[in-house]
């Protein structure tokens, strides 16, 4: 991506897409990005004070692997809402970041997976047999937006109720941001530090295994044989507080959309659950649910034939690009076993690819496993509605169930 190449004569203040027109659908979005990705790997639009746009496949991928020109510590997101202090390892780049991933990667081994799934499975099946039972349910609100906090509580090792009031302040707080109500979103995000603080707190009383708690892993973490220091460490948890409860909650109403709409893949994957995991990573490429992630060009650069000027913020929109038919022949269909399924970027890619990705995978593999078992079938109800910019995905999936 050197300036050599032939400058695109496309401008700031081309206008290409409305990140926030009303009334998208479950379909709209995707319709639009296919629409975009004939003409331009990198789009334009004057919406939160103008950015581009990665909406290829290789566009997005070239953003995220190539730190030495794009940088995550300026603005990480569109529209810009980080006004609150430094949050690892998200807004560091390497090699500052490398001390707290190195130690969050170590809370996503697979044995502490292995220890944690019988907990999830529990939680899944806790939220999901009444609503079953009760032969109607709204999807999101009723497990996808309760779910990521049970098991956010047994992970981060908290009560409950601490890992509700997350929730319930993270909801309101990421609906804020998506209006651009900055005074909310400077309140809120001071709640969710306080609260970060108080988990800092309360494993500096002690009684916590580093091997075992993320929180207390972090304390303990002697880089260079110096302490993290305590800013930043409050600010690792206050991000990883947020990250964990957002995703989840618009990403799990996709799948049972899709599956509402296609009662033969629903019954295949109930006849035949091994097929799941499978599924699960298409639904992943199919309906990623970030768009409004983003890196800074640190200087001049060339992006896919299109200039990047030194300081303009890039979204990276994986909701296209893990439809690009570049990469994915028939990208807008859904194709169990896809051969290179593995090239799906929901989670990123290199540096800041999600540690999660373990974690996540887990939670979407269970709900399809437990749902399905104890359903004969499920059907839409109603029209899902949908996020806004910056998430893609569900809000509301009402679906009417028939027990097994």
């Known amino acids: ?101 190195r130690v969050i990667n170590k809370a996503f081994t697979p044995p502490k997976m292995r220890a944690l799934e019988p907990k999830v499975r529990a939680s899944a099946i806790a939220l999901l047999d009444p609503l079953i039972d009760a032969g109607w349910a709204d999807v999101c609100a009723q497990y996808a937006h309760r779910f990521p906090a049970f098991v956010f509580a047994d992970f981060f090792n908290l009560d409950v109720e601490t890992s509700h009031l997350i929730k319930k302040v993270t909801g309101t707080y990421v609906d804020a941001i998506q209006v651009l109500n900055h005074e909310v979103v400077k309140s809120l995000s001071g709640k969710l530090y306080e609260i970060a603080q108080g988990i800092i707190d309360d494993r500096k009383a002690g009684g916590y295994d580093p091997e075992v708690d993320l929180t207390a892993a972090l304390l303990a973490a002697r880089p260079d044989g ?115 399924i593995a090239k799906h970027i929901s989670f990123g890619r290199g540096t800041h690819s999600c540690p999660g990705a373990p974690l996540a995978r887990m939670m979407m593999v269970i709900t399809l496993e437990e749902a399905l078992k104890r359903s004969a079938s499920f059907t839409s109800a109603g029209e899902p509605e949908m996020a806004i910019w910056a998430e893609w995905g569900t809000r509301s999936v009402p679906l009417d169930f028939v027990r097994a």
Do not use: C
Not at 307 to 318: E, N, Q
């Open 226 to 340: 110096e302490p993290l220091p305590d800013a930043m460490i409050l600010g690792t948890v206050r991000q990883l507080i947020v990250t964990g409860m957002v995703a989840p909650s618009v990403f799990i109403g996709n799948m049972f959309v899709h599956l509402a709409r296609d009662p033969e893949l629903q019954d295949q994957l109930r006849g035949d659950p091994s097929l799941i995991p499978a599924a699960v990573e298409e639904f992943l490429r199919l309906y990623s649910p970030y768009r409004g992630m983003a890196r800074t060009a640190r200087e001049d650069v060339m992006l896919e034939g299109q200039l990047i000027r030194k300081d303009d913020p890039v979204a990276l929109v994986y909701t296209s690009a893990n439809r690009d038919e570049s990469v994915f022949p028939d990208g807008e269909k859904f194709i169990l076993n896809r051969p290179n």
């Open 1 to 101: 991506m050197s300036l050599t190449s032939t400058e695109h004569d496309r401008r700031r203040d081309d206008h290409d897409f409305d990140p926030v027109r009303p009334g998208e659908t479950f379909t709209s979005a995707h319709e639009e990005f296919h629409e975009l990705r004939k003409a331009h790997p990198v789009v334009r639009s004057q919406e939160y004070e103008g950015f581009w746009a990665a909406i290829s496949y290789d566009a997005v991928l070239n953003v995220i692997t190539d730190i030495e020109h794009f940088t995550t510590s300026k603005q990480n997101a569109v529209p810009k809402f980080a006004f609150t202090g430094v949050r690892p390892p998200l807004h560091l780049d390497p090699p500052e970041h490398t001390d707290y991933r």
